[in-house]
């Protein structure tokens, strides 16, 4: 049996949807072409080429991606392998670009730093309540902590939106006394985890670089069936 992906390989993969798809297309795509290039006989290239179908049809399907699906309707699937190759790749195109667009002002924060930014979040709020600030600066400043409380349940953390509000709130601490003293710290923490996965998000993504292109590759030796007489070409559009 031949498998494309290690369990290693799946605990790797970004959290993102998307992302993972990609991710694990690539790494698919990567595989199959090294076992194929290295393959004895047709058998081994046969198995290689189908396990690579079911593994990314599986994963557009189980990551809800509007991607390529197993040739079911062909006699033989395997005719079908080089239509899916170009449907997988023009996927994880489309998946690149559209993530390209809207991740440069965003991030997506981990459960982790979700519950910690909250934590953050509790202790301004107990702070702006036990402080001796105005009664109509409190109300400002409560409303502006539920403001970025909702940016926060969005997929991905508005970058500008969020340092827009956390620069009001930090305006607020002006006046008081324990407040003064503690809340600073607090918007700074806030600042200090989204920085840090906005910088390991924009790490994995250079990590994961751009999808390598496939070289073409001799036909099977032997070939005496339909699906042996297909073979890579430089056609393929990656």
């Not at 670089?209 to 070289?215: H, T």
């Amino acid at each position: 049996m031949i498998t494309l992906m290690t369990d290693e390989d799946y605990d790797h993969l970004p959290e993102d949807p998307t992302m993972r798809f990609v991710a694990l297309e690539g790494l698919c795509r990567r595989n199959v072409t090294q076992i194929l290039h290295d393959a004895d006989g047709d058998y081994v290239a046969r198995l290689a080429k189908q396990e690579y179908m079911r593994t990314v049809a599986s994963a557009a399907s189980t990551l809800e991606i509007d991607g390529p699906q197993y040739p079911t309707n062909l006699g033989d699937p395997i005719e079908g392998f080089e239509v899916f190759l170009g449907e997988a790749t023009a996927t994880a195109t489309r998946l690149r670009l559209q993530n390209t667009t809207h991740r440069a002002g965003s991030v997506r924060l981990s459960e982790r730093s979700r519950g910690r930014i909250e934590l953050q979040l509790r202790r301004l709020e107990d702070l702006i309540n036990s402080s001796d600030m105005p009664d109509e600066r409190r109300v400002r400043l409560r409303r502006r902590l539920e403001e970025f409380r909702s940016e926060l349940d969005s997929p991905r953390l508005n970058l500008g939106r969020a340092m827009t509000i956390l620069a009001a709130l930090g305006l607020g601490v002006t006046t008081g006394t324990s407040f003064l003293a503690d809340a600073p710290e607090a918007i700074a923490t806030v600042v200090s985890i989204i920085g840090a996965d906005k910088e390991a998000e924009d790490r994995e993504q250079v990590r994961l670089g751009a999808p390598p292109k496939m070289k073409a590759l001799p036909a099977p030796p032997n070939a005496t069936t339909s699906w042996e007489d297909q073979e890579l070409t430089d056609d393929i559009p990656f």
